[in-house]
T-cell receptor
């Protein structure tokens, strides 16, 4: 069975600075998807970024980028120029062949003004 | 805008009194999911549907059931809610082989 591990329960970053959230996963599958979801205090889960495992190029969405290391089974999220609106719980997630998404325990990100 | 809608946003029920949460989608996705999320925890998958095919997680309590009468609607029934069932319940949809999941706003269930 697949597992997703986020080792940082909480992190803080100064506004306008850069922060990296860590995620590792375990799987025997060769083809899969990875995601970072954001859950603000309003609680709706919002997709931040996705990565297909067969793609070597790291995904980027504006200020959000990932460092995908397939061999190491690592999938970190970098947020550049942090903004107050980035404060949220961030979940790393893995989508398996059965279309089931497995979440990590989350990292709560605080943005310091 | 196409979306996933959950009603109600907040639901209060009494211990042991059956309750139904609803989810509708305008995305025409074939897969629908129900997740339970307790405070400061990751969402936990309860079950999901491929079209009308129901898939139950092994550790989902028998107290939880679901119905999907058509593509657009899915219901979560809690037959005899206990205090431990108080949580946020999230509905999500996707198309097979075409992630990601799209989530609704959730229903926060309180059991008194």
């Amino acid at each position: 069975a697949q597992t997703v591990t986020q080792s940082q329960p909480e992190m803080s970053v100064q506004e306008a600075e850069t922060v990296t959230l860590s995620c590792t996963y375990d799987t025997s599958e060769s083809d899969y998807y990875l995601f970072w979801y954001k859950q603000p205090p309003s609680r709706q889960m919002i997709l931040v970024i996705r990565q297909e495992a067969y793609k070597q190029q790291n995904a980027t969405e504006n200020r959000f980028s990932v460092n995908f290391q397939k061999a190491a089974k690592s999938f970190s999220l970098k947020i550049s120029d942090s903004q107050l609106g980035d404060a949220a719980m961030y979940f790393c997630a893995y989508l398996n062949r059965d279309d089931k998404i497995i979440f990590g325990k989350g990292t709560r990100l605080h943005i310091l003004p | 805008d196409a979306m996933v809608i959950q009603n109600p946003r907040y639901q209060v029920t009494q211990f042991g009194k059956p309750v139904t949460l609803s989810c509708s989608q305008t995305l025409n996705h074939n897969v629908m999911y129900w997740y339970q999320q307790k405070s400061s925890q990751a969402p936990k998958l309860l079950f999901h549907y491929y079209d009308k095919d129901f898939n139950n997680e092994a550790d989902t309590p028998d107290n939880f059931q679901s119905r999907r009468p058509n593509t657009s609607f899915c219901f979560l029934d809690i037959r005899s809610p206990g205090l431990g069932d108080a949580a946020m319940y999230l509905c999500a949809t996707s198309n097979t082989g075409d992630p990601p999941l799209h989530f609704g706003n959730g229903t926060r269930l309180t059991v008194t």
